[in-house]
């Protein structure tokens, strides 16, 4: 299983960004499709997730009313908007897939990206 994330880089504060996760080397219906981030000197938080089938979706409470994640079934492809950014946000993003119980527990995923650096400046 492979996953790789784009769509970082330094936007104002209050701007928007979407990164994009895509996805291979596997059938990922059963899957739970997960963004996470990593500010600097601090621990890999959640964000946002969605089940690949059904589509069911589960936000950070930072992220909930600004981020939106979505799934293209076509191109295998998970999508982060992130609307009205905070410097807060800073991080970098990584996207993650696994068979999950446990939306908001990082050792229930099975399969991390590379990560994309989003940087929001005041």
């Known amino acids: 299983v492979q996953l790789q994330a784009f769509g970082g880089g330094m936007v104002q504060a209050g701007g928007p960004l979407r990164l994009s996760c895509a996805a291979s080397?596997?059938?990922?219906?059963?899957?739970?499709m997960g963004w996470w981030r990593q500010a600097p000197g601090k621990g890999r938080e959640f964000v946002a997730a969605i089940r690949w089938s059904g589509g069911t979706t589960t936000y950070a409470d930072s992220a909930k009313n600004r981020f939106t994640i979505t799934r293209d079934n076509d191109k295998n492809t998970v999508l982060l908007q992130m609307n009205s950014l905070k410097p807060e946000d800073t991080g970098v993003y990584y996207c993650?897939?696994?068979?999950?119980?446990?939306?908001?527990?990082?050792?229930?995923?099975?399969?991390w990206g590379q990560g994309t650096l989003v940087t929001v400046s005041s």
């Open positions: 993650a897939a696994g068979s999950v119980r446990h939306i908001m527990v990082r050792a229930q995923y099975d399969y």
């Open positions: 080397g596997c059938t990922f219906g059963a899957y739970v």
